[in-house]
């Protein structure tokens, strides 16, 4: 009988179109040439419940990482998913100067990549496997892919909301529990060294938390029209910003397949690191310590 890896290689050769429900579209197909003033209201409502009155105060930001793979998923795309280079991790940002490094670590070793914004460009990335660097394009892509990826996981319209965008708002969606509008946003530059990307912002009615972005997988060259998403939970006050403390990610096209759960185990803002502390092969100076554990703050 075949294995799980012959289903998902046979999905993944598949025609997409009868994968996906009649009666909904994974992403959005068309964008007006300009922002609706009810899509630019909902990204500033957003980001100003995520704190960002506080978060525009923060010039360094230092998180903890640690997450599960779910099995078979680094079968079909290796340099994108690298489960064993991909488990625990520390996240170092330079919120002004646009630079992300992150420090890996699995059961293959360590993984450093240094992901930096180029205005009006996809920016640059570097990548280093125990300390060799990486500079063949498939692993350079996946890093740059991953780097924006997370940001955007963990600072939604905070991120967002001083680009400029063409945005508009759609239906109304369902995220477990929360009632959310949608709101379609064109990326120039996109993810990753994507030239453009749209995505799709799940945006609850409530409270005016991020709940769930929806976006493209280019990176994937075994199914270049793969979609993803991820999804928000367990939201904590810190620093007087709102963070997500827990992703849950999966595959929605071409089949609907689960992929990464992970949680933040840590987080420090304004330490104090330079761009010279976070741009070798580790992290070096105020930039080198975990960030402090969330179970050892006090209650907020």
């Known amino acids: 009988m075949p294995d799980r890896r012959f289903w998902l290689r046979a999905a993944l050769a598949t025609p997409l179109a009868p994968l996906l429900p009649a009666c909904s579209s ?62 625990k991790s520390e996240e170092r940002l330079l919120l002004r100067e646009g630079l992300v490094a992150q420090s890996h670590r699995g059961t293959d070793g360590r993984k450093q990549v240094l992901r930096r914004a180029v205005a009006g460009s ?3 990335v570097r990548v280093w496997f125990d300390g060799e660097e990486a500079r063949d394009p498939e692993r ?5 892919l991953v780097a924006d990826s997370y940001a955007l996981f963990l600072l939604g319209p905070m991120l967002l909301v001083d680009r400029p965008l063409v ?30 990307d749209r995505i799709a912002l799940f945006i609850d009615r409530k409270e005016r938390l991020l709940r769930r972005v929806r976006f493209p997988l280019d990176e994937l060259q075994s199914a270049p029209d793969a979609i993803g998403e991820v999804e928000m939970h367990d939201h904590m006050t810190l620093h007087g910003v709102r963070w997500p403390t827990r992703f849950y990610q999966r595959l929605v096209r071409p089949i609907r397949l689960p992929l990464h759960d992970w949680h933040v185990i840590g987080l420090d803002v304004n330490r104090g690191f330079s761009a010279a502390d976070v741009s070798g092969v580790e992290f ?9 554990p969330l179970a050892k703050r006090p209650a907020n």
């Open 167 to 196: 945005m508009e708002l759609a239906e109304v969606e369902w995220v477990n529990e929360h009632a959310c509008d949608v709101l379609r946003v064109h990326l120039a530059p996109g993810l990753g060294f994507s030239r453009t």
């Open 140 to 144: 350079r892509r996946a890093a740059a």
């Open 284 to 292: 070096a100076g105020t930039a080198r310590a975990p960030a402090t």
């Open 26 to 87: 994974p992403l959005p197909v068309s964008l007006t040439a300009t922002t609706s003033s009810a899509a630019q209201s909902m990204l500033n409502e957003s980001a100003a419940a995520h704190g960002l009155a506080s978060f525009k105060k923060i010039d360094d930001l230092s998180v903890s990482y640690d997450g599960e793979w779910r099995a078979l998923i680094g079968k079909f795309e290796p340099a994108l998913v690298d489960p064993n280079f991909r488990g």
């Open 122 to 124: 996809p920016g640059e």
